[in-house]
């Protein structure tokens, strides 16, 4: 890394612009940790109201199929470098949701992500620590999603396009079922 | 607002007041949050698990509870559990699934896994890892056994003390039962069967663990008939104790119900009433055979004896007549049911309960000859040339005597000898008469509570404390209550009189604690105090030993019986092909579940013996 | 409230009181339009909502459509039964207007046909081709396992006891 870089990184991790986008319940717990209580501007962190302006991803709890295909989206619109946080059980694992037919499993089949957080839903402290660990991983060049999801990009698209674009039913037997309605 | 009313040039200037004050904003990281104690999480907040490893014991209730599927239990063999029934198992948990309901720490029936308040926990996976291994390798780093290591800050925890509005009810239903000056003037059943109501509310607090299966003695679907019960349906309920106990009512009412002494309830409460809910079970259905749709196989054309009809042979009857064997009981009595029938008082089993399930077994079609007593009517040598394969549940029928002087003298009589002379109302006038009973065993305490029924004024003299007695402790307590007393640490030493019985005297040992952790050891000297007490009968409940006398020495001597016990393996297979034992004789604990299960496995036994000899 | 009740019981329907502020009536499929509308008239002029229920074991579905009246402070649930094989219905948007997304989004998630209901398009999910997933016949569990490839482990480690039988 050149010192031009090493220079970059480093203001990089002090102003990550976020974007103000929340999937699930955890959208709950950033209010406190934006406004003064906990005050995230005291790292350079704001909301930023379009993708193509922020840096961070912030993937608030569970993602249904149909919130998973925007996110997607706007992940793809976003300019690198560009960074992803999952919140919560739901994003690591399934959460609550593991049975659900609406919500993914695992979110790192489908985008890239930096940080997990563990917690349902992570306390804004534990939001605030994750966010300095973030600023770190980035000024030392570490958090490289953005990298992964462009050298796998195939892989990745495979993974939502058997979300997104099933021809036929997932469950063998259900078709007659439906036909029958 | 001060501010407002003082319009003036200044008014900017009173901002610099916050300049001292201490700011709103939480600076965390950087400053600690003791700082701010609000600020904190709350002192009951629903963290990472903490789990005292020692006392789990590993029944795997968190892991049915768990919504989210979070938890899995694994074996692990380097934990040492503290409770005697406990597993080897501990609870992992998945905090890519946990959502910190805290339900699986309202239903720990130990109290041991708790919550802390720490709640920090990231991961970064980084370039290293191939994406196809990411989604895998992520949901491990969130996966872990919680210990102690967090419990020096709990957040939701359970104490003893403070049962939460009972997520499990702790507070047995208990059966009415007479009250002991009423209940010692007659033989009758004292314990009443649970109505519908009381036996629903008690089989409503089941966990579904299977804890007491373990410890059950032939491993009955314990949860599965509480449930059933719980449902109000007792004839399910039957079906799934007939599975593996054909003498239901029996089980119910004199079990020594192990199951209880496991039940995680009783933990940190009362232990499930199983044994009653059995009884309860098996008394609201009247024909067993009728209402389980009960149907012996085809026959095959073996034939199989068994000798004795105790609950051994009984069981091992009524199992391989459901295999297709034809089967022949014979019994030295005049009646089936050996020490059920001879040994038990009536206030605890009544008889006719002892013949519904006698009878319901017998009317599957087995044949049953009483008054023939092998060795002598019948030589053994025959049985085992007439029938494919012959079962032994003679059961121990040798009492022990006490061997000290005067032990000859009428009036001085062996525990199980006297409770046959009750069972057979044959028992000697004892209105008003001193009675002395040695031993501390249920057959001591059944002995000590007839002689009470017959008006007798009776001392009970065991050799350890009554925490030592190996007797059940409510058959104790209910035996004080009626007015027995107990002598802790008395040894027999003599018994005086002429003609008959008129004085016992007995040492009072000291007690030598016992280095290994077991049950004290009596120790009598010459300085021990010695005491004698007036007595018309002394009645020794000392043991019974196995009476093996019917069977020819040779065989006696290749089956290795030690005048204690038959050695035999899981299926009650002996040396000698197609000879099983079972019950008392071979088993290690001496009750009637054991002596069920021992004759269902020889059932088995039987079975596979003779598919190989084909 | 008790008038309705009375009302409804002497048109040759099956009404009760569920309390104080609230009442159900059970009505046959063919007169749910003349009840529904004869309630709007008698003060019932809000639409609070249309559930669906599934109740398997009687082969039929359950619709509950949810009624307010603002006058009495008082709520009605009007009862009806289909059956779950053929599962069709007429359309209520006459009445109410509102009806047409409760009704789109029940025809998602069960499959009841609303006849006169104009766009049935599916609503919340997406590209779904299977069993309408609120069915109790569609098990969420093999679906999830197949769809995002796991293998869930139901027993937890927990061992069943060992028997000799």
Known sequence: MSEWDELVNYFRGRSMWMLHYCTGCGAIELPPTMTSRWDMERFGIIPMATPRQADILLITGYLSIKTLKRVVYTYEQMSAPKWVLGFGSCTINGGIYWDSYGVIQNLDKYIPVDLYIAGCMPRPEAILDAFGKLKKMVQKGEAKGYEKYIKNYDWYKANQDRVFRRTEPVLRKAEEVTKSA | MTIDAKRNGLVPISALKYLFK????????????????????????????????????????????CPASAITMVKDENVEPKRKF??????????????????????????????????????????????????????????????????????????????????????????????????????????HTYSREEAEREASRCLGCGACVEACPNQLHIPEYISAIAKGDPKESLDWVYKRNPLPLICGEVCTHQCEEACV??????????RWLKAYSASNVDDYREALNIRPAKSNGKKLAAVGAGPASLSFGYYAKRLGYDVTIYEAEKKPGGAM????????????????????????????????????????????????????????????????????????????T???????????????KQMVVIGGGNVAMDVARSSVRLGADVTIVYRRRIVDMPADPEEIREAQEEGIRVVEAGVPLKIYGEKSVEEFEYAVASLVPDPKGGRPRPVVDDNSPRKKIKADYVIAAIGQHPNLDFLPEDIQKKIGFDGKRVPVDDYGRTNIKGLFFGGDLSNRRQDIISAIGAGQRAAKGVDLYLASQK | MLDFVEKLNSMGLDAKPLGKWEFEVTVPKERVAEILSYLKSAGFR????????????????????????????????????????????????????????????????????????????PFFLENWLDTPPLRKDFDTLAYSQELFEFKEDETHGIETPERIE
């Open chain 2, 341 to 416: 029938m001879w040994g038990i008082p009536k206030y605890r089993l009544p008889k006719e309960e002892l013949m519904k399930d006698i009878n319901a077994i017998l009317n599957l079609g087995i044949e049953l000859r009483t008054n023939v007593r092998i060795g002598k009517d019948i030589l053994f040598g025959e049985l085992l040339k007439d029938y494919d394969a012959v079962f032994v549940g003679t059961g121990n029928s040798k009492p022990l005597t006490l061997r000290i002087e005067g032990e000859n003298l009428p009036g001085v009589m062996q525990g199980l």
């Open chain 2, 265 to 274: 309830v009783g933990i940190q409460g009362e232990p499930l009433a199983i």
């Open chain 2, 86 to 191: 406990a597993k080897k198992y501990r609870p992992i948990i998945d905090y890519g699934r946990c959502c910190f309901c805290a339900q699986c720490v309202d239903i720990c029936p130990t109290g041991s896994l708790q919550m802390s308040r720490e709640y920090i926990h990231t991961f970064h996976p980084d370039l290293s890892i191939a994406v196809e291994e990411e989604p895998e390798t992520v949901a491990k780093n969130f996966v872990w056994r919680p210990d102690l290591t967090h419990s020096d800050n709990p957040g939701y925890v359970r104490l003893e003390g403070d049962l939460l509005n009972k997520t499990i009810d702790f507070d047995r239903t208990d059966p009415r039962v007479e009250p002991a000056n009423e209940r010692k003037l007659s033989f009758a059943k004292f314990v």
């Open chain 2, 22 to 65: 201490k700011p709103h904003t939480v600076r965390y990281p950087k400053e600690d949050l003791e700082v701010f104690p609000i600020e904190g999480n709350s002192p009951t907040y629903r963290g990472f698990h903490t789990n005292d490893l020692e006392k789990c014991i590993g029944c795997g209730n968190c892991a049915a509870v």
């Open chain 2, 418 to 432: 006297f409770m046959r002379l009750v069972n057979e109302e044959k028992a000697p006038d004892l209105e008003g």
């Open chain 3, 46 to 121: 809000a639409f609070m909502g249309l559930a669906c229920v599934d109740w398997i074991d009687d082969g039929e579905f359950e619709l509950v459509y949810n009624l307010q009246s603002y006058g009495e402070a008082i709520q009605a649930l009007v009862k009806t039964r289909i059956s779950r094989v053929k599962p069709i219905m007429d359309s209520m948007m006459q009445l109410w207007e509102l009806c047409q997304v409760y009704e789109r989004e029940i025809h998602e998630f069960f499959g009841v046909k609303f006849v006169g209901n104009p766009n049935l398009e």
